[in-house]
Each structure stands twice: as structure tokens, then as C-alpha cells.
């Protein structure tokens, strides 16, 4: 079985720009979660989406904003792009997003390098 | 409010054993969760505790005392390869997100 898939893995963009990453949920997850991991820091919670709908977001500003399609799969989008946006974003998987003792998978990330 | 406090660094030697805890506190619990993480990767789930007590897989364990806030990975027969940060994140009643701590990252020497 293919675990949670994203894309791209790595990419450089420059400051003003806007960037769409993309994430695949395990087949059978309705739940994705996005969090921005800073170098040297835990991860921090940006959205959650549970069918399509979004379910939970972080303290982060409007440039940020995500959605989820119909299979599942999920983008998100950061517009305006600040140095400080330069981090590796994660996706995660999981089959309903609650807090049953299921497992929460995570892809390997997209590293977002700001110039 | 939340807060979740885990130690910066640590260092073991190969074939020792090594604890590493976590503190948090929260006013809805529901759950605390261990990650591996090496350098440039993405985090790997090691255990999940919502319940008192000890859950042992192999050579990992991971502790919780939720009358504490207190919960700890412990790691057995330490290997080269288990160089890596771990996350503890605990999961809350109210809302769908993982409350990270900043990680412990864990240097094992020869």
C-alpha cells in the first residue's frame, strides 16, 4: 500500500511568489492535516480537513489557506511568500482525524526554501 | 493554557539505555504521542498513550501519568541508528490539531 504521498519534496521560490503543495492520503484516510515544521522546532498545526470540509485551523495569517478534493487528496496554498515561510511542510493521514487510538501517518514533507 | 516541555539534547552510549521525557499540560486530554525523527525526514510514529501505564513495543516504551502530566519514551539496546529527535505531541479534546514539543534530540556514542 502507498503511504501518504507529497509533492513536490523540495523547491525554491522567491519572496512575493505563491506556492501550491500537493498531498495523497492513505487509500481509506478522510482526514489530512497540514503542519509547518521550522527548522529546529516541533511542528506546528496549519488546517485539518475531514470530507472536504475544513475541521480545524492554527494561528496562521490568510496567506495560507488549503482544500481538500473529492479523493481525498489536499493543496495547500501559501500565497505572498515571506522568508519566514521557509520551512518543510508536512501532511498527515489519518482515517477520521479524532482521537480513537488510530494513527496519524506523515509524508515525507515538502522543504520550502524562500529567497 | 497549553504547553508541552521536553529536553533540548541528550546524549547515551550504544547499548545503554536512555529516558526521554515529556511534560505537558492541558485542559482537555486526549492522548500523547511519540515521533522519531531523523535529520531532513518527516516524523515516524513509535506509540500512542491515552490510558495510565507502560506500552512496550520491542525496544521502544512509552509511559503516561495523565494525573502528572508526565509521560516518558524509554529506549533499550541503544543502537547507532537511533540517533534522531523525538516529539512528543499530545492530542486535545476540544480541537483536531497535535501540540508539539520542540523535540530531544538524542546523540548515541560508540
Known amino acids: 500500500d502507498a503511504g501518504v504521498t507529497q509533492s513536490p519534496t523540495h523547491l525554491i521560490k522567491t519572496r512575493g511568489q505563491q506556492v501550491t503543495l500537493r498531498c495523497s492520503p492513505i487509500?481509506?484516510?478522510?482526514?489530512v492535516s497540514w503542519y509547518q515544521q521550522v527548522l529546529g522546532q516541533g511542528p506546528q498545526f496549519i488546517f485539518q480537513y475531514y470530507e472536504k470540509e475544513e475541521r480545524g485551523r492554527g494561528n496562521f495569517p490568510d496567506r495560507f489557506s488549503a482544500r481538500q478534493f473529492p479523493n481525498y487528496s489536499s493543496e495547500l496554498n501559501v500565497n505572498a511568500l515571506l522568508l519566514g515561510d521557509s520551512a518543510l511542510y508536512l501532511c498527515a493521514s489519518s482515517l477520521d482525524g479524532g482521537w480513537t487510538g488510530n494513527t496519524i501517518y506523515f509524508g515525507e514533507g515538502s522543504w520550502l526554501t524562500v529567497v | 493554557g497549553q504547553n508541552i516541555d521536553q529536553p533540548t539534547e541528550m546524549t547515551a552510549t550504544e547499548g545503554a539505555i536512555v529516558q526521554i521525557n515529556c511534560t505537558y499540560q492541558t485542559s482537555g486530554f486526549n492522548g500523547l504521542f511519540w515521533y522519531q525523527q531523523h535529520a531532513g525526514e518527516a516524523p515516524t510514529f513509535l506509540s500512542y498513550n491515552v490510558l495510565d501505564g507502560l506500552e512496550e513495543k520491542g525496544r521502544f516504551s512509552s509511559f503516561l501519568s495523565r494525573s502528572k502530566g508526565y509521560s516518558y519514551l524509554l529506549l533499550k539496546e541503544l543502537q547507532m541508528k537511533d540517533s534522531a529527535s523525538y516529539l512528543c505531541a499530545m492530542a486535545e479534546d476540544s480541537n483536531y490539531q497535535l501540540i508539539w514539543g520542540a523535540g530531544t534530540k538524542l546523540i548515541i556514542k560508540p
Open positions: 487509500s481509506g484516510h478522510k482526514s
